[in-house]
């Protein structure tokens, strides 16, 4: 089951480092500060920790305005997701 909810950023564990265009990040940073976020970003919740795997430019413009939160679609995933995740 998937539900959408806000999440602290502080809470999710980025493991994969990603390179962000930084052009990318600030158009959405001018749209997220103008309209809020739109779009959710998807994490996997295993053992009542959060990890991230996708929507890093949204999640990086959130950070970078100084959210709190980010808007997250949470699906609860035993460890061998996380770990098919990792491989």
Do not use: W
């Not at 052009?23 to 103008?34: D, G, H, R, T």
């Not at 309209?35 to 996997?44: F, H, K, T």
Request: hydrophobic share 40%; net charge positive.
């Amino acid at each position: 089951m998937v539900k959408v909810q806000e999440i602290p950023l502080n809470q999710i564990k980025r493991p994969l480092p990603r390179a962000n265009d930084p052009n990318k990040v600030q158009a959405l940073m001018e749209s997220i500060a103008e309209i809020g976020q739109q779009e959710a970003i998807d994490v996997l919740e295993v053992d009542g920790q959060y990890y991230g795997f996708s929507g890093c430019h949204r999640y990086e413009a959130c950070q970078r305005l100084g959210k709190e939160t980010v808007l997250a679609r949470v699906r609860k995933a035993p460890r061998s997701v996380l770990k098919m995740h990792l491989a």
